[in-house]
């Protein structure tokens, strides 16, 4: 009796396996239908694309004629560099706050310290789209509408909640011991972040940060409610506005457009996947 | 303790101006951290949020304080209650289609050992990570009216055609399939996660008990994974009842107002017919629904946190 009925249970093993990978392959063809398409589109000349006859999922002449001139486009690469230089910026100083106050609230507890806690991670669940209407009043009052740099001050608002709240959840993991030793060797508190904390915690460091650029690289209200000519446009909204003229659409260049400016985001995660994962869970996991 | 620690560095460094020892004082350096943190949200966050509410109960021009009159104008506007309806239709078929494929999808990658789930799971990650603004253009185009990729299979096997934007309930199905693709791949890896945290012993426990994968289901695995669960579903209604990139792209609201939810709705009639004031109260509306689950998702994480600490 129970020699079968472990044989049986290891069949059923094998079997779930096989089955799960099939479904699994099945999952991923199904997920990656659309940038494969987008791509295919991308190596189309726009008479292929128009030559209604022929299989929309396969390309007959490929070319990337349709990137070459895009990289070309003087505008394309000003909403490229726009992107850039402000996620950089919104990066560096999000995780300079985030750094900060999640090493104060981890470990130099304070009159209200819980309470600014909880309200970190309650700005989290504030949505962009609550906010975007009175801050275009506010970002108009600055006279920073239609500037790229007007994006500096909404950004930060979507990124350092959630980076504060997992880096309190690094920082907190990190042993007493290792502070306490310090202080009573005469480190300063910022020594003891910059010497201690910031390289014991640098895989949530690593997190955040990662999180904070695909906020900022991605972002799409706010660019798209607040700047208007094509100099001072980021990626998210300046392929839209580029490349449809009237009713003409370029879907060619559109998709290769927004492969291009995909290609960031993904090829960080393609090398950092197992911070970006750790990242994403953290959230609910830690903190 | 506070006093003890802080009194100590001072005496080793007995050089230490008045200002270093303020500094020095714990609360003090705690509070300058946090500084930054505080500015940030009250000017940035609670100060928007105030204003907003401010802003809605102004007239067009913003020259009058109307009270409640834009919130009583918006309900008792046909075109509105379309907008109530088809945020929480979009919202709530959107997180039941995301959660359980999800779920499936967490379930199938469990089977398989740790060490080889890195390309799969890295393959079904993309979704989440392509910036939803540029994959909803590439989602836009397998819709387009006379070029629609999808159509052109329909066609090869024989169904006829159909209008994927054109229409308001296909409109209202391309929205929720894209956001179901979008967000699929997050709930994978949140469930993932919770059922690695599942002690192994368990299942072997109830399959040697002879427990049908049913029960398993029913007795082992759901209740070990309740609290993560419920703060991903709830976090997941927030951004998708939030949502405004998926419809603003697809549809922009059309045909006819029809697929509106709050956010493209807000954007339409505050940025674009500037009424900023009608804007911010149509935007408003989303902040009951929100401060509830918002809620119940902070006593979930509070839970959670401190089961840990106690485990």
């Known amino acids: 009796m129970k020699p079968r009925r472990l044989t049986s249970l290891s069949r059923q093993r094998r079997w779930a396996l096989r089955g799960s990978y099939a479904a699994l392959a099945v999952f991923v063809v199904l997920f990656l239908v659309p940038p494969f398409h987008m791509f295919v589109t991308s190596l189309k000349t726009s008479a292929e694309i128009s030559g209604q006859a022929a299989n929309p999922w396969l390309v007959q002449h490929p070319t990337l004629r349709n990137y070459i001139e895009l990289l070309a486009n003087e505008h394309y690469r000003g909403f490229f560099l726009n992107s850039i230089k402000i996620t950089v910026v919104v990066v560096a100083v999000s995780m300079a706050i985030s750094i900060l106050a999640a090493f104060s609230l981890a470990r130099m507890r304070f009159w209200g310290s819980g309470v600014l806690a909880a309200g970190v991670f309650l700005t989290y669940l504030v949505p962009d789209s609550l906010l975007f209407i009175p801050f275009f009043q506010i970002v108009g009052k600055l006279g920073l509408i239609n500037n790229t740099w007007g994006m500096l001050i909404v950004y930060p608002t979507l990124a350092v909640p959630f980076c504060t709240w997992i880096m309190i959840g690094y920082f907190s993991s990190i042993p007493k011991e290792l502070d306490e030793a310090a202080l009573i060797d005469g480190a300063s508190w910022l020594q003891i972040l910059f010497k201690i904390f910031i390289p014991v915690a640098m895989p949530g460091i690593i997190a955040a940060a990662i999180f904070a650029f695909t906020v900022s690289w991605g972002q799409f209200i706010y660019p798209l409610a607040y700047l208007y000519s094509a100099d001072q446009m980021v990626l998210t909204v300046g392929i839209i506005s580029e490349l449809i003229r009237a009713d003409v659409f370029e879907w060619g260049k559109i998709m290769a457009g927004s492969l291009m400016a995909a290609a960031p985001p993904v090829i960080i995660y393609a090398f950092l996947m197992d911070y970006y994962v750790s990242g994403l869970t953290a959230g609910a996991t830690k903190g | ?311």
């Open chain 2, 1 to 311: 303790m506070s006093a003890a620690t802080a009194t100590l560095p001072t005496r080793i460094r007995p050089q230490a101006g008045r200002f270093t020892r303020i500094w020095r004082r714990r609360s003090t350096a705690a509070v300058l951290m946090c500084l930054p943190l505080i500015l940030l949200l009250l000017l940035l966050v609670v100060y928007p949020a105030a204003y907003a509410i401010y802003l809605a109960m102004l007239n067009k021009r913003m020259t009058a304080f109307v009270g409640m009159g834009n919130f009583v104008f918006l309900l008792k506007r046909a075109t509105f209650h379309l907008v109530i309806f088809q945020s929480c239709l979009f919202a709530v078929s959107a997180v039941i289609a995301k959660a359980s494929i999800g779920f499936t999808l967490a379930h199938l990658m469990h089977v398989i050992p740790p060490n080889r789930q890195r390309l799969l799971r890295g393959l079904l990650l993309i979704p989440w990570v392509v910036p939803l603004a540029l994959s909803t253009l590439g989602w836009w185009w397998l819709f387009d009216p006379s070029y629609s990729a999808f159509n052109w299979i329909l066609d090869g096997i024989g169904v006829p055609q159909v209008a994927w934007l054109g229409n308001t309930g296909w409109a209202r199905f391309s929205m929720i399939l894209v956001n179901t693709w979008y967000g699929s791949p997050f709930f994978m890896i949140m469930y993932l996660a919770a059922l690695k945290s599942v002690p192994h012993e368990l299942f072997e426990a109830a399959a040697i008990d002879g427990a049908s994968a049913w029960q398993k289901l029913r007795f082992v695995t759901l209740p070990m994974m309740r609290n993560i669960i419920s703060i991903t579903v709830l976090f997941s209604l927030i951004v998708t009842f939030a949502d405004f990139t998926i419809v603003r792209i697809l549809t922009a609201g059309g045909p006819q107002d029809t697929t509106h939810i709050f956010a493209t709705y807000a954007f339409e009639v505050g940025i674009q017919s500037g009424d900023i004031p009608l804007g911010a109260a149509v935007s408003l509306f989303m902040l009951p629904i929100l401060a509830v689950a918002s809620f119940f998702i902070l006593r979930g994480v509070m839970r959670r946190n401190r089961e840990m600490a106690a485990g």
